[in-house]
């Protein structure tokens, strides 16, 4: 094998090991590392057949080669990811801009030393098994430092959310870059100063520096709008709790005179309905007669609410609350915690195909100087786990929790998913 060939089989190698460094934080597809390696294929196979290309010596044809070769592997890197790992295709896109900057780097790095061995009379021959292996193991302790240090970080919470004028400023800079890199590439062909050299590498290691910064604020701008949507959801649901509780305190008067009247009818003029009426009127009287008391004015509210939801929803709601050892969290938290917590159950409960499981169970009582707060519900489906809603509602939750110094522990038990939250009792 030439040292040409060798030289371009090791760069496909660094573009895929570049790529994999961006596909092992985020969700992987079924069988990942079949998918992975057999994308190798293609990056390998296009080196092979663009290495005689190589051999040409002028300048336009060497930089047609260059346009040719980062056009390819950016196309190749970005099928690979968009194929091994759970992401869109700007996603892709992007994290593919990324693999061929990152894979240039680890070649100039190599390159550099290799011409530092020449200059002082010690050239390496880069044919001989333990050049390439050292290339190789750098490569991967390389690849292993750029993982931990900033592939596992750029992605907000194991996604990428790429827009439009992201994806267009990383396409920028990715270009800028490799016009250094082409450009680079002629110098050391023609022996250019070692001061032009180094001008070329500070560039393109601010460029990089760039591009980081450039996802740095758009994550950061992602995270300010959904803590801006958080913050709405957070005090209108606080806001909520004045209108709630006048309902079910106008639901229980009127249920209240339902009765009454229902009584005097049966009491004056028995005859006039038939009593199977009369009954069924009742019935309707005690299920919308659903006030709870549990000791705590703002958690009655909430169960009462909640309980004529999960009627009209098939659902069961089983609570035995002791309400009075939470009066240390204010109305509006209290009831955005218990509302955003039983919503959450409600809508597991609902997914649920058998019937028979949708019950939720809800526990508030005093455990050796602590308030726990149990909540069983239905686990819900896969795919119905990571919506929007549900993230929401966990997230107002922790906030709460974390503001009266509790903890949060979110399980898996069986087909019941159960959301604990301890706090320190306060007197």
């Not at 190798?40 to 080669?65: C, K, V, Y």
């Not at 970005?78 to 061929?100: H, P, Q």
């Not at 400023?169 to 002629?186: K, T, Y």
């Not at 009247?261 to 049966?266: C, F, G, K, T, V």
Request: with cysteine.
């Amino acid at each position: 094998m030439t040292t040409s060939l060798l030289n371009s089989l090791l760069r496909a190698l660094l573009r895929w090991g570049a790529a994999m460094v961006f596909c092992l934080p985020l969700r992987h597809r079924s069988h990942f590392w079949a998918r992975a390696c057999g994308m190798l294929f293609p990056l390998l196979l296009l080196a092979q057949l663009l290495d005689p290309l190589a051999q040409s010596t002028t300048l336009w044809q060497q930089q047609l080669l260059l346009l040719v070769l980062y056009v390819s592997f950016f196309a190749l890197l970005g099928g690979m990811i968009y194929l091994c790992t759970d992401i869109n295709k700007k996603g892709a896109m992007y994290c593919a801009v990324w693999s061929l900057l990152i894979a240039q780097c680890a070649y100039e790095g190599w390159c550099f030393l290799e011409l530092q061995f020449a200059r002082y009379g010690h050239p390496l021959n880069m044919a001989s098994p333990w050049a390439v292996l050292v290339q190789l193991l750098s490569g991967a302790v390389f690849f292993a430092a750029v993982y931990i240090l900033l592939a596992r970080q750029l992605p907000y919470k194991g996604e990428y959310h790429i827009g439009p004028r992201q994806l267009f400023s990383a396409f920028f800079i990715g270009i800028l870059f490799m016009v250094q890199a082409a450009v680079l590439d002629n110098f050391r062909a023609e022996q250019f100063p070692r001061s032009v050299i180094a001008t070329i590498l500070i560039g393109q290691f601010y460029f990089i520096t760039l591009l980081y910064f450039q996802s740095e604020l758009f994550k950061k701008s992602a995270m300010e709008k959904e803590m801006n949507a958080l913050n709405l959801l957070y005090e209108r649901q606080r806001q909520q709790y004045q209108v709630a509780r006048q309902n079910v305190q106008i639901i229980n008067k009127r249920c209240h005179e339902l009765k009454v009247q229902i009584a005097n009818l049966r009491k004056l003029s028995p005859e006039a309905v038939p009593p199977e009426r009369i009954e069924e009127a009742e019935r309707a009287a005690r299920l919308y007669d659903a006030n709870r008391n549990t000791g705590n004015e703002v958690l009655d509210v909430v169960l009462t609410e909640k309980s004529l939801l999960c009627e009209s929803r098939g659902i069961q709601l089983n609570a035995v609350a002791n309400g009075s050892c939470l009066g240390f969290i204010e109305a509006g938290d209290l009831y955005a915690l218990f509302a955003n917590a039983l919503d959450h159950a409600v809508e597991s409960a609902v997914q649920t195909a058998r019937p028979e499981c949708r019950v939720i169970d809800l526990l508030v009582c005093v455990r050796q100087g602590f308030v726990v707060v149990n909540i069983i519900s239905p686990l819900r489906p896969p795919e119905k786990q990571a919506n929007r809603s549900a993230q929401y509602e966990l997230k107002v939750i922790r906030r709460i929790v974390q503001k009266y110094k509790g903890t949060l522990t979110l399980e898996e038990q069986g087909e019941f998913f159960a959301e604990k939250i301890i706090f320190p009792l306060q007197k």
